[in-house]
């Protein structure tokens, strides 16, 4: 005979409703899937970096007391 536990039972819970394509899922927001290889353009990244970085500049001229 198994022995059964009475408490309550812990740790990580998997929850696969679509377990064909697990980036489908309704708890995964932002993964895409993408074709075998095909990775992003590294342009993307830098003109991201470049816009926040003008953002927080534009931002940070408007905090009076500046030098």
């Known amino acids: 005979m198994a022995a059964q536990s009475t ?4 740790g990580a819970q998997a929850v696969v409703r679509n377990a064909q394509d697990p980036a489908r899922r309704p708890d995964v927001f932002f993964r895409k899937r993408r074709d075998e290889g095909h990775q ?4 993307w990244m830098i003109g991201a970096f470049v816009l926040v970085s003008a953002a927080v500049i534009a931002l940070m001229s408007l ?5």
Request: proline fraction near 23%; charged fraction near 0%.
């Open 40 to 43: 992003p353009s590294v342009w």
């Open 7 to 10: 408490g309550p039972q812990t």
């Open 63 to 67: 905090v009076p007391g500046g030098a």
